[in-house]
C-alpha cells in the first residue's frame, strides 16, 4: 500500500492551486477602461454636472419623472390584466375566441410601438365620434373622440394594447407549464375551473410569469419615452423642452438616463422579492 | 320541473354505491372501455387489476367524470354521473353540478397531484374552504386532525417539495377526505413510491377499509387486495375478465388471460 508519500492521507490537503493568468489580464484591462471612463466623467466639460444637478428636481423634471412612473404602472398593470384574457382565449376550446386572440397578437406584436403611438396619437382621424349604440344601427349618445381622449388616455391605451400581446403570451407559457394533474387533482376535489384556474393554475405559473414580467416592466419603463409621438409629456419630454432652450443637450440627456437608471433599479429590486414570493414550495 | 325523474335507480335500496352499465369509452378511434358492468356496493373495498393499457385508470376516471363515457349508464350514489335524464332525453349537466358531483368521491393519483404552492395544511384545507365555503378555523382543525390520523402531525407546515413520497401521499388521502367523500378512487397510489414507502400508505388505506369507506383501488399490491379487498376485478382490453372474491380469483383464476396476468405479477 507504501506508494512513499509523506504526509499521512487523512490530513488537511495542502496542493498549490491552478493559475490563472487570463484573469490577471482581464482585471488589468477592465480597470485601464475604467479609468479612463472615470477621467472623462470628470474632466470631460461637456457633461456639465453642475448643470444637471440644477436641473435634476426641476419641476419639469419631476413632472416628466412622476408621468413616467404613472404610465409604466398603467401600463403594466392594464398589459398584464388583458394579457391574461388574451391568453385565457388562446387557451379556450373556443376557435373563434382562439382565432381572435392570435388576430390581435399578430398586429400588436407584428408593428413597431412607435408607429401604434403615432396612430393613437392620431384616433380622431380614424374614429371621429365614439357612440354607444347597436352596431351597425342607431346610436344612442355620440360624442366627438377628441373631447373623450386625452393624451394621457392615448398614450396608456397605447402602451397597454402593446404590452397586452406580449403579456398574452408570456401568460399563456405560464399556464402550459402547469402540470396538467394540477388541473386534475384541483377538479376531482369539487373545484370549478374558475376556481381551479384562480387558486392552482395562476399562482403556479405565476413562478414561470413572474421573472419575464419584470423584464417586461423594465423595458415599458423605457418605451414610456416612445409616447412623445402622441404627443404626452413624460421624462424624455421634459429634458428635451429643457435643451431646446439651454442648448446643454447631453448634460440634459444624461440626467435623463440617470433618472431611469434609479427607477429601474429600484424595479429590479422588487422583482427580486416577487420572484422570491411565487418561487415558494420550490427551493429544495 | 316535476317530470323531472333523476335516474329512478334506487340504489340505497340495494346498498349500491356505484353501478355500471355497459359502460363505453372512446379516445379517437381507439376503444378504451368496450362495455364495463360493475356494481360496488356500500362499504365495499373493491380492487382493480390489469395489464398496463387495459383501461383501469380510465373507468376510475369516468367514475368521477374526469372522462365523459361514450355509451352505457354510470350511477353514483343514486345519481347519474354527468347527466340528468328526463324521460328518455339525456341532458348533460353544468360545470357547478358536475363539480358538485365530484365533492362526494375522493380521488388519490399515482402522481400524488399535491398543490406545491402550499404547505400540507393549507392543501387539506382549501377544498372545504372554496366548494364547501367552510370558515378557515373549521377547515384549519379537520385538516389538522386528518394529517395527525395519517401519522403527519409534525409535518403540517412542509411543502410537499420537503415531503417524502410516502408522506406526500398520505396528505393526499387526508386532502380527499377533508371533502367528506362517500366513495374514494385510487389510482395505483403507490406505484411511484420506492418499495420501503409503500407500507405506510397501504396502512393508512387499511384503517380507512377498516372505517367503512367505500373504496375502488386500482393496484398492483396483490398481498393488499388480498388482505383488505371484498372483491376483486380483473380487466383486460377494455373489459371486465373476471371478478369475485380476492383470495378466490388469485388462488384459482378461470380465465386464461387472468392466469397469464397473475403469472407475471405474483
Ligand atoms: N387522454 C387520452 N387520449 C388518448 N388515449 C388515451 C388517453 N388516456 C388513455 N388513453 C389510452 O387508453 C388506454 C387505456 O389507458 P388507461 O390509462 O386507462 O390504462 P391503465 O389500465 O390505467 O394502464 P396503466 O396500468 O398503465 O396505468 C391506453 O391505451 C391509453 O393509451
Ligand atoms: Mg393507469
Keep these: ?284 | 320541473m316535476s317530470e323531472t325523474t333523476n335516474a329512478p335507480l334506487d340504489m340505497a335500496a340495494e346498498g349500491l354505491m356505484v353501478k355500471a352499465e355497459r359502460v363505453c369509452k372512446n379516445f379517437g378511434h381507439v376503444e378504451v372501455l368496450k362495455g364495463i358492468d360493475l356494481e360496488v356496493r356500500q362499504g365495499e373495498v373493491m380492487c382493480v387489476v390489469g395489464p398496463s393499457g387495459s383501461g383501469k385508470s380510465t373507468f376510475l376516471r369516468c367514475i368521477n367524470h374526469l372522462e365523459k363515457i361514450d355509451a352505457g349508464r354510470l350511477w353514483v350514489d343514486g345519481h347519474l354521473v354527468g347527466y340528468r335524464q328526463r324521460g328518455d332525453k339525456l341532458y348533460e349537466l353544468r360545470e357547478r353540478e358536475v363539480s358538485a358531483q365530484r365533492r362526494d368521491i375522493g380521488m388519490v393519483f399515482q402522481r400524488f397531484n399535491l398543490f406545491p404552492h402550499m404547505t400540507a395544511l393549507q392543501n387539506v384545507m382549501e377544498a372545504p374552504m372554496l366548494v364547501k365555503g367552510e370558515g378557515k378555523d373549521a377547515a384549519k382543525a379537520r385538516a389538522e386532525q386528518l394529517l395527525e390520523r395519517v401519522g403527519l402531525s409534525d409535518r403540517m407546515g412542509n411543502y410537499p417539495s420537503q415531503l417524502s413520497g410516502g408522506q406526500q401521499q398520505r396528505v393526499a388521502i387526508a386532502r380527499a377526505l377533508a371533502m367528506q367523500p362517500k366513495l374514494m378512487l385510487f389510482d395505483e397510489p403507490t406505484s411511484a413510491l420506492d418499495p420501503e414507502l409503500v407500507g405506510e400508505v397501504l396502512d393508512v388505506m387499511r384503517d380507512l377499509a377498516r372505517e367503512g369507506m367505500t373504496m375502488v383501488v386500482v393496484t398492483h399490491e396483490m398481498g393488499f387486495a388480498r388482505e383488505v379487498g371484498d372483491s376483486l376485478v380483473f380487466m383486460d382490453g377494455g373489459v371486465v375478465v373476471e371478478q369475485g372474491a380476492p383470495r378466490e380469483v388469485l388462488a384459482n383464476p378461470q380465465h386464461a388471460r387472468t392466469q397469464a396476468f397473475l403469472s407475471k405479477v405474483l
Design chain 1, 1 to 284: 500500500m507504501s506508494v512513499g508519500e509523506t504526509e499521512p492521507r487523512t490530513g488537511t490537503i495542502k496542493a498549490v492551486p491552478v493559475r490563472h493568468p487570463g484573469r490577471w489580464v482581464a482585471a488589468v484591462a477592465v480597470a485601464v477602461l475604467a479609468a479612463m471612463l472615470v477621467n472623462n466623467l470628470i474632466t470631460n466639460e461637456a457633461y456639465n454636472w453642475a448643470e444637471q444637478l440644477k436641473y435634476l428636481f426641476s419641476p419639469p423634471v419631476l413632472e416628466g419623472v412622476r408621468n413616467t412612473i404613472w404610465l409604466t404602472v398603467a401600463a403594466m398593470a392594464g398589459g398584464v390584466a388583458l394579457g391574461i384574457v388574451l391568453a385565457l382565449m388562446r387557451l379556450s376550446a373556443n376557435p373563434l375566441l382562439r382565432g381572435a386572440a392570435w388576430l390581435y397578437i399578430w398586429v400588436f406584436r407584428g408593428t413597431p410601438l412607435l408607429t401604434q403611438l403615432l396612430i393613437w396619437g392620431n384616433i380622431g382621424a380614424l374614429f371621429p365620434t365614439i357612440g354607444l349604440g347597436i352596431p351597425f344601427g342607431p346610436e344612442f349618445v355620440s360624442a366627438q373622440a377628441s373631447a373623450l381622449y386625452s393624451a394621457a388616455a392615448a398614450a396608456a391605451l397605447g402602451l397597454i394594447f402593446n404590452e397586452a400581446a406580449y403579456m398574452a403570451e408570456i401568460v399563456r407559457g405560464g399556464i402550459q407549464s402547469v402540470d396538467a394533474g394540477q388541473q386534475e387533482a384541483a377538479s376531482a376535489l369539487g373545484l370549478t375551473r374558475a376556481q381551479t384556474l384562480r387558486r392552482i393554475v395562476l399562482p403556479q405559473a405565476m413562478r414561470v410569469i413572474a421573472p419575464p414580467t419584470g423584464n417586461e416592466a423594465i423595458s415599458m419603463l423605457k418605451n414610456t419615452s416612445l409616447v412623445m409621438a402622441v404627443p404626452y409629456f413624460e421624462l424624455t419630454f421634459a429634458v428635451q423642452n429643457i435643451y431646446s432652450h439651454t442648448y446643454q443637450i447631453i448634460p440634459m440627456l444624461v440626467m435623463a438616463c440617470l433618472w431611469y437608471l434609479f427607477l429601474s433599479s429600484l424595479m429590479m429590486i422588487g422583482q427580486h422579492y416577487l420572484e422570491r414570493h411565487y418561487g415558494k414550495g420550490y427551493a429544495r
